[in-house]
């Protein structure tokens, strides 16, 4: 274990980069909470009032909807995570 | 029969072909692939990796008899690919090792939490795979007429074909391959029945549209139905929320952290396509899982109207006689399809009021008439191209989906088992001074060894009660035994060797007991009553995750502070291109040649 090696040419600010990424982490973690254990378990009573098409709000958040938001979370997080990083001038 | 035999042997044939092109040349191709899979390659692959013959012949009809229950599997095995995301699968690829047990061995300075998450890999992946192999021995010997354990031969005679020669080069080439054969396979039939059912070609849009030329909504008819029949109302369930929201979060951070999908995202190039992989990853899941619950709902309304109340006709040469006499006389037989499946002894019927008629009914059926037809859960997706009357080659291709989905997570089990061995216990434990070279021997031994021990658990897995459990223990100890030393190490400097083993055991010896005791052991038949704080084996697994947590947080700041250059080395990690300039940090282990 003694092979790490950092860059010392190009200073890279990884404080303030590790900073942002844990704020947009927690951001878009509470997304999916709210998404899959909020809309589909916890509040699927009250949504369940309301119908999407047929079927009823909250039991289509646990059967489709949820599943939308996680792919739509994801590739936002890979959009926002390349502009950290150009903000940063990190290349992975 | 003859679309069946074709199709599985023109698929196994490319699976054999993509082998041979896909040779591994040193243990870098063999563990990862080079480090060279295009992230959306990765992603496909890591799909047909995911989506086990459970997720492929079971699923929908398991949604289809539990409704609103049922949507545990949805979220559980779709949101955990978020977690793996955010929180893993970039740091993870950042590190640049091989497995998982590296990870923990190295982060943890300490070849005993290496040691303890080879058992916990081990565990899982064993347990896994014997489930697919016997999944491979049912399609063989059902639909194929060959004997339960040749079926299990032939299975592994290909797995070992590219899985040996080829490591994970040879799996991630033949899983998108796989992807392809099942998603074909699952999706065409469910585009034809939503066309029938409701008019739109789209299955999750036909789950929220009206029945054909009816005023009402297939899921409000399918509600109604199964109320009528004395069933529970298809949006409930009789699990309680808290349950529920357990049972969810025991499968969505189970999936995080499987070491057979953790692995996956070691091949792509850099920390950013580990990202973007996952999220392909997911799109091409989706695909499957967002049309899982409209081919559960439409089968049970399908199955109903077409099975309940018609005049059971035997299967045979007779049948389409029998069936056209009754006919004439104004009175509907019992459908084709039911007579066909009925010689596989995936549906059955038992004439308990001796009228003839086939009545489905429900546990509180309003006539208090007996439920006369059983329903394999398979049966929703198997029989879907024959319900949706298409041609016999989409029907022979349902079973080559089946075991496309089986053999490709048996693969991805399969180069967990033999880098486990080959790698972790070998290389980095126990022969420190191994050459390249002989690892990948090892590692290609270790594989070979790893398909026949599979192979002779899924023979006897009949015997091995603890197979058909395989879910709850799988990710239960997943989620509470690996999830938290992983994510403590990267997200917390402080974490350490003390804090990581405690936690690994916290979360490996409860969840194990646990789901024995309320599943195989003396509590079996104990209801929710008995159940700590009412939690089902299935969502233990969360709840022993939090306690992982606290463990591991309390031991470490009780104990002394990793050293520096283990901080360090959690710094280079959160921040890409640090570690190496090209993402690789597995400089010491290059190629052979």
């Not at chain 1, 003694?2 to 997304?31: F, N």
């Not at chain 2, 199964?226 to 369930?237: I, P, R």
């Not at chain 2, 180069?415 to 050459?435: E, N, P, Q, Y």
Request: with cysteine; net charge negative.
């Amino acid at each position: 274990m003694s092979e790490t090696q950092t860059d010392t040419a190009a200073p890279i600010d990884g404080k303030g980069y590790w900073k942002e990424v844990i704020r947009l982490t927690l951001a878009l973690l509470a997304i999916w909470f709210l998404a899959s254990f909020g809309a589909g378990i916890l509040f699927r009573e009250v949504l369940d009032s309301v119908n999407i098409g047929g079927a009823p709000l909250g039991f289509w958040f646990a059967q489709n909807g949820a599943i939308y938001i996680f792919v739509a979370l994801i590739f936002y997080y890979c959009f926002a995570m390349n502009r950290i990083e150009r903000k940063y001038r990190i290349e992975g | 029969m003859d679309w069946t035999i074709f199709w599985v042997a023109s698929t196994f044939a490319v699976y054999i072909g993509i082998a041979i092109w896909a040779r591994a040349g040193s243990t870098n191709d063999f563990y990862v692939a080079g480090h060279g899979v295009h992230p959306v390659v990765n992603g496909m692959a890591t799909a047909a990796d995911w989506m086990s013959a459970a997720s492929f012949l079971s699923m929908a009809g398991l949604i289809a008899v539990l409704g609103y229950g049922g949507s545990v599997y949805l979220m559980g095995w779709t949101g955990g690919y978020v977690l793996l995301a955010l929180l893993l699968a970039p740091f993870l690829r950042e590190f640049g090792k091989f497995t998982v047990p590296d990870f923990v061995g190295d982060r943890y300075y300490s070849d005993t939490a290496r040691l303890v998450a080879v058992i916990c890999a081990l565990f899982v992946s064993f347990t896994y795979i014997a489930g697919q192999m016997s999944g491979v021995g049912i399609a063989f010997s059902r639909f194929l007429g060959v004997d339960f354990n040749t079926g299990i031969f032939i299975g592994m005679g290909i797995v070992f074909i590219y899985a040996v020669l080829g490591g994970m080069k040879g799996v991630t080439y033949t899983q998108v391959a796989q992807y392809v054969v099942l998603i074909f396979a699952y999706t065409v039939p469910a585009i034809f029945i939503s066309l029938m059912l409701t008019g739109n070609p789209i299955p999750q849009l036909g789950f929220l549209s009206n029945i054909k030329g009816e005023d009402v909504s297939m899921i409000q008819k399918l509600s109604d139905t199964l109320t009528s029949l004395g069933f529970a109302e298809y949006t409930t369930t009789d699990k309680t929320t808290f349950d529920v929201f357990c049972i969810t979060a025991a499968l969505m951070f189970g999936t995080a952290g499987l070491p057979h999908v953790i692995i996956r995202f070691f091949t792509v190039p850099r920390a950013r396509d580990a990202r973007l992989s996952a999220g392909w990853a997911l799109v091409f899941i989706a695909l499957l899982y967002t049309v899982a619950p409209a081919v559960g709902a439409f089968s049970r309304l399908n199955v109903i109207e077409t099975v309940n109340e018609t005049t059971y006709v035997a299967p045979g040469e007779a049948y389409e006689a029998e069936a056209a006499a009754l006919a004439a006389e104004g009175i509907t037989p019992s459908p084709d399809w039911f007579a066909r499946w009925e010689a596989t002894n995936l549906v059955g019927f038992e004439d308990k009021n001796g009228d003839g008629a086939m009545q489905i009914r429900g546990p509180n059926a309003p006539d208090g008439l007996a439920n006369e037809v059983t329903i394999n859960n398979d049966i929703a997706v198997l029989a879907s191209p024959e319900i949706a009357q298409l041609p016999d080659w989409v029907v022979g291709l349902m079973v080559a989906g089946g075991l496309a989905a089986a053999l490709s997570t048996a693969a991805g089990l399969l180069m967990v088992i033999s880098s486990a061995i080959s790698h972790d216990l070998c290389r980095r434990t126990f022969f420190k001074g191994m050459s390249d070279k002989s690892e990948l021997r090892v590692a290609r031994l270790a594989a070979a060894g790893a398909v026949v021990a599979a192979g002779f658990m899924g023979i006897y897995s009949a015997q091995l009660a603890f197979v058909a459990q395989v879910v709850a223990f799988a990710f239960g100890l997943a989620a509470a035994s690996l999830f938290p030393v992983i994510l403590l190490g990267i997200f917390w400097k402080r974490m350490n060797r003390e804090g990581a083993i405690a936690s690994m055991l916290t979360g490996l010896i409860p969840t194990f007991l646990y789901i024995w005791h309320f599943k195989l052991g003396a509590g079996k038949d104990a209801g929710p009553d008995e159940w700590f704080l009412g939690v089902s084996p299935e969502g233990i697994g969360f709840v022993v995750m939090i306690a992982s947590i606290l463990v591991g947080v309390g031991v470490s700041l009780a104990t002394r502070a990793p050293p520096q250059e283990i901080q360090d080395l959690v710094e280079d990690i959160r921040v890409p291109g640090r570690r190496s300039p090209h993402g690789g940090g597995d400089a010491d282990m290059a190629p052979a040649e």
